[in-house]
């Protein structure tokens, strides 16, 4: 089965750094471009960072609030998709989802969510 | 930056109506668009890509129509499993992918 399992969430301080973790299993995604998507409970959907494959040149690109904050990488040697937050906000507050872009360019397979919490 | 806008933000329908969901883009995005179903503490699904194509697993009552600016997801006879909140995304001008901010579907 192809899935993506989240690690990470957390309570973190307003300024502080966390790492989240998604590790892939069903499917080898070297060739994947891979995201995170974030909620605010009970909010929509916001696109935070994409990175593409390694074999098309590893790419990143970000969403303007998280930008100069957030890094997204991979380890494909670990079949895993990392965000690195720094200077945490309490709006970064929500659920982080992992994802993977389907060739078409939709987001076909989602971790199961991993909450991050900035709070003081 | 593509902006999305959903409509209506809440349906209310009885189980086997049918119900039509609407996605507007602010410019074109050809047929690059997706509907995600989330239901409650879950992660959204991917239902429908490249505006009309069905994902695997997806069920036939659902289908999506539309290319440039107006989309439609359309959902014939209702299932108990399918009251839920609707997505639609961009795909055609990245960064960024921009969502709609949904519409959910309630039991009447």
């Known amino acids: 089965e192809v899935q993506l399992m989240k690690s990470g969430g957390g309570l973190v301080s307003p300024g502080g750094s966390h790492r989240l973790s998604c590790t892939a299993s069903?499917?080898?995604?070297?060739?994947?471009?891979l995201t995170w998507v974030r909620q605010v409970p009970g909010k929509g959907l916001e696109w935070v960072a994409r990175?593409?494959?390694?074999?098309?040149?590893?790419?990143?690109d970000y969403a303007a609030p998280v930008k100069g904050r957030f890094i997204i990488s991979r380890d494909d040697s670990k079949n895993t998709l990392f965000l690195q937050m720094n200077f945490l906000k309490t709006e970064d507050s929500g659920v982080y989802y992992c994802?993977?872009?389907?060739?078409?360019?939709?987001?076909?397979?989602w971790g199961q969510g991993s909450v991050v919490s900035v709070s003081s | 930056e593509i902006v999305m806008t959903q409509s209506p933000a809440t349906l209310s329908l009885s189980l086997g109506e049918g119900v039509a969901l609407s996605c507007r883009a602010s410019?074109?995005?050809?047929?690059?668009l997706a509907w995600y179903q989330q239901k409650p503490g879950q992660a959204p699904r991917l239902l429908i890509y490249?505006?009309?194509t069905r994902a695997t697993g997806i069920p036939g009552r659902f289908t999506g129509s539309g290319s440039g600016t107006d989309f439609t997801l359309t959902i014939t006879s209702l299932q108990s499993e399918d009251f839920a909140v609707y997505y639609c995304q961009q795909y055609n001008n990245w960064p960024p992918y921009s969502f709609g901010q949904g519409t959910k579907l309630e039991i009447k």
């Open positions: 410019q074109s995005i050809s047929n690059n």
């Open positions: 994802t993977r872009v389907h060739v078409d360019g939709a987001f076909d397979v």
């Open positions: 990175i593409k494959s390694n074999t098309d040149g590893g790419a990143t």
């Open positions: 069903g499917f080898t995604p070297i060739y994947a471009w």
């Open positions: 490249g505006a009309s």
